[in-house]
């Protein structure tokens, strides 16, 4: 059977699921679905496919995903690995391992793509929460990300195909189905409509969850919404990065602390029993121990209880590599800090 390893994000794991989907019954092929947030999840990728080329030495390894859209050439040097695919590639991984090809590199301009993958999947494996994909690419410019440039522009998927996939998933026995995306609030043509439309049709849904939110789309509609329907599961995970205005700004995040602190007691007051999370970054460039601080005093005046820190890493290709870089051994001195304020995910 086909193996495919799964690095990064939630869209990564809807996507490995097609992957799966699409290539059962092949043998001995292995497809690695990369992730290129920062240049040490680009490392990770590397050292995977030499322990896998290790472990399957007959078998044949395509890469794809966002490190293989950004740095193709650095896999397509990799004696280990037989195809480096792009993401729109991806979409048509079957005919690319089908047709006779004389290149070991076939990555196209991501920004020249304004389609998806259309495929509906049964089920994932392993889990009892479904993701379904809602959007994709990222229209944003944020100082530290890549990611633009790894998915193109922002383009939804339409709303009768987002409901046909819930549905299915309902069939299949899932409960528990969370909307994911690139840059998830940014649906067109709004992502709260959206949400109102999926629960009044799909009124049988027992869990509707979210991937990460961004506090600047969060609107008021919204905030009705997780008042009304109970169905909506009340914990909310956002992606804050950090508690300090001038590092937002410095990162061209388009929230201050105190919209973070304003939307969790907004969504308290709406549900009582509302718990949140949220990303934050460590050590960005030019951060102090003040702003560093007004991090750490967020996730208490905000009440956030769930954290996923990560120590800031240079992302080659970004603006914020090229600013004034904080000590290696301070940024992970700062999340070990900050991990310490609340219970940590992996997720």
Known sequence: MVKVITLGCRINSYESEVLKEKLAGIDDLIIINTCAVTGEAERQCRQTIRKLRREHPSAK??????????????????????????????TEIEKYLTLPLTEKTIVGNIFDYDDYDKYLITGFEGRHRAFVQIQQGCNHRCTYCIVPFARGSNRSVPEEEIICQIQKLLKEGFKEICLTGVDACSYKPSFSQLVRHILEQVPELPSLQ??????????????????????????????????????????????????????CQRIREARSEATFGSDFICGFPTETDEQFQNTVKLVHQAGISKLHVF???????????????????????????LREQGECIDE
Do not use: W
């Open 311 to 337: 120590p800031y890493s240079e992302r080659p290709g970004t603006p914020a590599a090229l600013m004034p870089q904080v000590p290696v051994k301070i940024r992970r001195e700062r999340a070990r800090i």
């Open 61 to 90: 390894i395509v890469v794809t995903g966002c490190a293989a859209q950004v740095s193709p050439q650095k896999f397509a040097q990799m004696d280990e690995v037989d195809l480096v695919l792009g993401n729109k590639e991806k």
């Open 210 to 263: 979210f991937g990460s939110l961004d506090p600047a789309a969060i609107d008021e509609e919204f905030i009705g919404l997780v008042q009304k329907y109970h169905n909506i599961h009340p914990h909310f995970h956002f992606s804050t990065q950090s508690g300090d205005n001038m590092i937002l700004k410095r990162m061209k995040r388009r929230h201050t602390r105190e919209d973070v602190i304003n939307l």
